[in-house]
């Protein structure tokens, strides 16, 4: 990839690194907030194998121990829960299902809601307007009521926690791709493709698909931070996710009874839906600049002052 | 003008009974309210005779028709479990949530517009800072989680605010403030951005060379242009409020339609259900007409 700097020089090809990995070092905020999605990610992955026979231990003599104490190990640096689980442990194995929530939301969402918009913006007028009727009756729909209907016909497990979050999710998705649909499509290159004869099917996604994608992806990883909290207020409310199995969100409303004991119960859980939200609110961030050619000169720029 | 509101409330009409239907049909998916009432030992007469006098045993289309025709007549039939009409029960909680949203939209737009303002006067400098981190934090704080710390230090800890209920005004300040973040972040952001716009464009140049103050430009010649979008943003937040701040006034034990509404799905109270969603569409609905007229009367180009 040829890159030019701000003045139209040719930037000195002499830099190893990739020029995505130097855009993100030029941001150190959004730096941070990669590094420590990865460690989330990583809890995620191996998270459960490693420690889920630790997290499930029930030791009534070290409940509720006070957290930033090492006598117990490391794993109870954080504090240990009402059943002397330590929290630590507990929050690493419950990234697992947090991230996967969020992560398969987030996927099927995006995948359903674009195709729709697509279809929304390149199609004729009344398969258009079926399309935004659904999407207006989804959006007003009571996102609770669906959410206990749904876990109480079939059983509150995590696949269908997930279907209840993509369906409320849809419509941000389709809104977002008609619109864009709607300007891409009357573009030269549109004009030119349905000259040479390409099938509607064909310039939907093979022309105009592509120059969606940066816009959905930047929605996409907001979409993440708040799926994550949607899952974890349902959980809280009791209609989500059911222990044995465990998110963060969960965590958060089973410390609640024990408030006035021991704050380290909720605090936790709640401290790490919030670093994980503003990490992946930073990256969509830097996303935007990034993938916006107007804007990432700036990044640019601030890259070769740091680099001298 | 008529014409416009006339068209709008038919379209909204259709959508709202689309809605009602829906959702008259799907929570009966939800389970037999017999077996939620009466003890798990009942016979199964008790439980045909409960069935019966609540009309559960008709068939569903028939019931809808039922349904239909008291709806005409503003009768959503009896809450189940408090065996009082539904809609008295709804209109009970319905002003308590129409305070909280209110009062929390009233501060979120004075407090968003002047810090969106200030911020937008010089990108980068101290306000702009300060609203960035405010936005980013807003967005990312789930609000369960903040009512909890907040009741943690301010009831519990230094004991300034009672923890949950209602019937002084110092009831009402965790309730708003954790509501207040959310919305506050967004609308914020929003303002900063339309500002920005604004105060590059033609008219504040012309206005900056006639030798008008920063303050002038600012709050008279560029705000009301770059309220259009920040008017739609705080509507869509205001619907989210009034659709229940489910979570929020469950923690703090607030007797809203949010709680109203959780509860009844819970416990298979479909008439309060209903209710309870007729309302509050009603109320999004009335509020975003009235938005729609707001456009006209702050940007004379729009005519309806």
């Known amino acids: 990839m040829t890159q030019t700097g701000i003045n139209g020089a040719p930037a000195k090809s002499s830099r190893k690194l990739p020029t995505w990995l130097g855009l993100l070092l030029a941001d150190k905020f959004a730096t941070a907030a990669v590094i420590f999605l990865s460690l989330v990610l990583v809890a995620a992955l191996i998270g459960p194998a490693l420690l889920d026979e630790v997290a499930g231990k029930v030791a009534f003599r070290s409940r509720n121990l006070a957290p930033f104490q090492l006598d117990h190990g490391v794993l109870m640096i954080l504090g240990s829960d009402s059943l002397g689980r330590p929290i630590l442990a507990r929050i690493i194995v419950a990234a697992q299902n947090t991230m996967m929530i969020a992560g398969f939301t987030v996927v099927a969402a995006s995948c359903i809601g674009a195709t729709l918009g697509l279809i929304a913006g390149y199609s004729r007028k009344f398969l258009s307007d079926a399309i935004l009727r659904l999407a207006d009756v989804i959006m007003s729909f009571p996102s609770l009521l669906l959410a206990v209907i749904v876990l109480y016909m079939l059983e509150p497990a995590v696949g269908n926690l997930v279907i209840v979050l993509a369906i409320t999710r849809i419509p941000v998705y389709l809104r977002t791709t008609r619109a864009e649909v709607l300007e891409i499509r009357e573009r030269m290159f549109v004009q030119a493709a349905k000259v040479m004869g390409a099938s509607s099917w064909r310039i939907a996604f093979v022309h105009i698909l592509p120059m969606v994608l940066p816009t959905l992806l930047t929605i996409a990883t907001l979409d993440f931070a708040f799926v994550m909290l949607a899952e974890s207020s349902l959980s809280f409310l009791g209609i989500g996710i059911q222990p044995p199995e465990i998110t963060w969100g969960l965590m958060v409303a089973q410390g609640r009874p024990y408030m006035n004991q021991a704050w380290w119960l909720s605090f936790w859980p709640g401290l790490f839906i919030v670093l994980t939200a503003m990490s992946l609110n930073l990256i969509s961030n830097w996303l935007r600049i990034v993938l916006d050619p107007t804007q990432r000169w700036r990044l640019e720029q601030r890259r070769e002052t740091d680099h001298g | ?304």
């Open chain 2, 1 to 304: 003008m008529g014409r416009f509101v006339l068209k709008r409330s038919l379209f909204s009409l259709v959508s709202l009974f689309g809605l009602l239907v829906l959702v008259f049909f799907l929570s009966r998916l939800t389970g037999d309210p017999a077996a939620l009432y009466l003890p798990v030992d009942a016979p199964q007469s008790v439980r045909d005779a409960f069935r019966e006098a609540r009309g559960l045993n008709a068939p569903l289309i028939s019931q809808f028709g039922d349904f239909l025709v008291n709806l005409a007549q503003f009768d959503f039939g009896d809450s189940l479990r408090r065996q009082r009409p539904a809609f008295d029960v709804v209109m009970e909680a319905f002003p308590w949530t129409l305070g909280l949203a209110g009062l929390t939209m009233v501060l979120v737009l004075s407090g968003a517009v002047v810090l969106g303002a200030l911020a937008a006067i010089k990108v980068g400098g101290v306000f702009d800072r300060i609203s960035s981190v405010i936005s980013l934090t807003a967005a990312s704080a789930p609000d369960f989680w903040l009512a909890l710390m907040a009741i943690f230090i301010f009831a519990v800890g230094l004991g300034w605010v009672p923890t949950s209920g209602t019937g002084t005004p110092w009831h009402w300040i965790l309730p708003v403030a954790v509501l207040f973040v959310r919305p506050f972040g967004l609308v914020l952001q929003v303002v900063r951005s339309s500002m920005i716009g604004a105060l590059s464009s033609a008219y504040v140049k012309t206005a900056r060379a006639k030798g008008v103050k920063q303050r002038a430009i600012t709050f008279v010649h560029a705000l009301r242009n770059a309220m259009l979008p920040v008017i739609t943003v705080a509507g869509d937040q205001a619907a989210g409020l009034l659709n229940g701040a489910v979570v929020v006034e469950s923690v703090f034990g607030f007797p809203g339609v949010g709680k109203l509404m959780i509860d009844s799905i819970l416990q298979r109270d479909f008439t309060v259900v209903l209710a309870a969603i007729m309302v509050t569409s009603l109320a999004i609905f009335t509020m975003n007409l009235l938005i729609d007229l707001a456009y006209a009367l702050l940007d004379p180009r729009i005519r309806y």
